[in-house]
């Protein structure tokens, strides 16, 4: 019971006037994300003069990195196989067994 009282000790009361600016100020925040992802949303300008002072075929070799690169997931699930880390390769490379050997000791 202590926290019912002080859950409505704790509550606003809003005039007529007071709800309805709210609600205009929600509806406009609706409105303008609304038409954010109808229109998008405008690149900054230091990205547009990137890419504007950046020749085509440059562009075109860095969006074929950043694909390589990119780890590709389906639901949640990464699809790129897995890669072993280059300093870490000599050290397994050195301590080699035969799988016979791991599946009887399994």
Same mark, same amino acid.
């Given at each position: &019971?202590?926290?019912?009282? @002080? +859950?409505? =000790?704790? %509550? *606003?009361t809003? +005039?007529? =006037?007071?709800?309805e600016?709210?609600? #205009?100020?929600?509806?406009?925040? &609706?409105? /303008?994300?609304?038409?954010d992802?109808?229109?998008?949303? %405008?690149? $900054? #300008?230091?990205? =547009?003069? %990137? @890419?504007?002072?950046? !020749? +085509?075929?440059? @562009?075109?070799?860095?969006?074929?990195?950043? #694909?390589?690169e +990119?780890? *590709?997931?389906? &639901?949640?699930?990464?699809t790129? $196989?897995?890669? /072993?880390?280059? =300093?870490?390769? !000599?050290? @397994?490379?050195?301590?080699?067994? %035969?799988?016979? &050997?791991?599946?009887?000791? /399994?």
């Amino acid at each position: &019971m202590g926290d019912i009282d @002080l +859950t409505i =000790s704790n %509550e *606003r009361t809003y +005039t007529q =006037s007071q709800m309805e600016a709210i609600i #205009r100020d929600v509806v406009k925040q &609706m409105d /303008i994300e609304r038409e954010d992802k109808i229109n998008g949303v %405008e690149i $900054p #300008r230091q990205v =547009s003069e %990137e @890419l504007d002072n950046t !020749p +085509t075929h440059q @562009l075109n070799e860095n969006f074929k990195k950043f #694909r390589r690169e +990119t780890q *590709r997931y389906v &639901m949640g699930e990464r699809t790129t $196989p897995e890669k /072993i880390n280059k =300093s870490v390769a !000599p050290y @397994l490379k050195k301590h080699s067994t %035969e799988t016979a &050997m791991v599946v009887n000791t /399994i």
